[in-house]
């Protein structure tokens, strides 16, 4: 294991976790890497050079949040305690989202810079917050992207919240939104309630790399607002990339984020090279987080190994610029005759392959559910259950327990439950994909 690190910034290491051994004929390699990023200015409390950051938070002002009235009331204290939770010095804007997206404060295109007067009058700014329209929610992603455009920050980033469907704009409209924005700003997405598309809201976190969750009681968004910027004022590097270098004949058959929530890079590659590929990661502060890689090498006879790939942490330089060189790993293969080490599966690389069956066998459950396919919901959440309970996952354990009544958690043995509410229903689904670190033993 090797790391680089720059003064002042956090220290990065990476450690790969794989059973390298294959048998005679075996093709592909699994690896879980971790990577770690300790000892920056977040873990010391310091503060961080003004205009490292710029944050734009949108605001669903749509109809639909004056039903209940304590959702637009929740809606704009909320982004009065993430206004509350700016270090100074961050750039931010408010946006009110609706068919169109408007700038609220500051205005005329700009960020404002935050102190205790901008946070002052953007609070003000919010209590003229009122609902009416419809929800295009493009619109408003394109708005912040425009107005973190003009930023020079390297941090940027969007909080969304929604309390309904992007019922006024065209699925591909949104797409195509999200395409552009990809690798420009991340963005955290929140539906409130229990009227909006699961698929919807973590589409556009998954798409920014940002998280998803739901806040079923509006009297909750000020605490979950004032938690997701407190980790936006921790990051302190971006546009960190997983540079995954493979030997000519080997094919990388995927790279997943696989903690601290399942998330698939595969598809983002950008060519960084000679068999040199970059899977973006966002922005770091202090944390961890673990990438399962799997590549498909040439066969070999026993006795043979190589290089199957090396694992690089990066920040990609300027136009003709190298890159910088944060810490790196290598995945290896070895064939053997040997049938206990070939056939033995690593135990990092057993858990998260469970915890992605979890989140199928859920999303797979709920969906035989609507359909009202009974067998089907019951054999998927049980399983769901069953792998829940072995790698204990408790808080989704907890969740399933609101859909199924569990016989048998270790066999997977549940009955549906008759009534189930929306609220946890849909915040099942929207955790589906949060996963836990492996049992330390």
Not at 5 to 31: I, M, T, W
Not at 52 to 64: E, F, I, K, Y
Not at 85 to 100: E, N
Request: charged share 20%; proline share 3%.
């Amino acid at each position: 294991m090797a790391n680089f690190a720059k003064p002042s910034a956090p220290r990065f290491s990476v450690e790969v976790y794989q059973n390298e051994f294959l048998p005679e004929g075996g093709r592909d390699v699994h690896a879980i890497v971790t990577v770690t990023a300790t000892g920056g200015a977040s873990a010391t409390r310091t503060a961080v050079a003004d205009g490292t950051a710029a944050v734009v938070l949108m605001v669903d002002c749509s109809g639909s949040m004056e039903y209940p009235a304590e959702k637009m009331r929740g809606a704009r204290e909320a982004t009065a305690a993430a206004v509350d939770t700016l270090r100074d010095g961050t750039a931010f804007a408010v946006i009110a989202g609706t068919h169109v997206a408007k700038e609220v404060y500051p205005g005329q295109g700009r960020l404002a810079v935050a102190d205790a007067t901008t946070r002052a009058q953007a609070k003000e700014a919010l209590r003229g917050l009122t609902a009416g329209g419809g929800t295009a929610i493009g619109t408003w992603l394109r708005l912040a992207d425009g107005l973190l455009r003009g930023s020079t920050a390297a941090i940027r980033h969007g909080i969304l919240l929604t309390d309904g469907r992007n019922e006024h704009e065209e699925p591909a409209v949104l797409r195509a939104t999200l395409d552009a924005c990809a690798g420009r700003f991340t963005c955290d997405a929140r539906g409130v309630g229990t009227d909006w598309d699961v698929k919807e809201v973590t589409g556009i976190a998954n798409a920014l790399l940002g998280s998803a969750d739901i806040v079923a009681d509006p009297a909750h968004l000020a605490e979950d607002f004032t938690r997701m910027m407190e980790n936006v004022m921790g990051k302190e590097v971006a546009d960190v990339a997983l540079r995954l270098w493979t030997p000519v004949g080997v094919e990388i058959q995927y790279v997943k984020q696989v903690a601290p929530a399942l998330q698939d890079l595969t598809g983002r590659r950008t060519d960084s090279g000679p068999r040199a590929g970059d899977y973006p990661t966002g922005s770091w502060g202090d944390e961890s987080r673990e990438y399962h890689v799997c590549v498909r090498v040439p066969t070999a006879i026993v006795g043979q190994e190589m290089l199957a790939a090396r694992t690089t942490l990066v920040l990609p330089g300027a136009a003709g610029q190298p890159a910088t060189v944060l810490a790196q790993g290598l995945v290896r293969a070895v064939w053997t005759n040997d049938l206990a080490a070939s056939t033995a599966i690593n135990a990092q690389v057993a858990h998260y392959t469970g915890q992605a069956e979890l989140a199928e066998a859920i999303q797979q459950g709920l969906e035989a559910r609507k359909m009202g396919d009974v067998g089907g919901a019951t054999a998927k959440l049980g399983r769901a259950v069953q792998l829940a309970s072995s790698s204990g996952n408790a808080d989704t354990a907890r969740l399933l327990s609101k859909v199924v009544d569990v016989v048998d958690a270790v066999a997977g043995t549940v009955r549906l439950k008759a009534k189930v509410a929306d609220a946890d229903e849909m915040t099942l689904d929207t955790r589906s994909t949060q996963t836990v670190r492996v049992k330390k033993t």
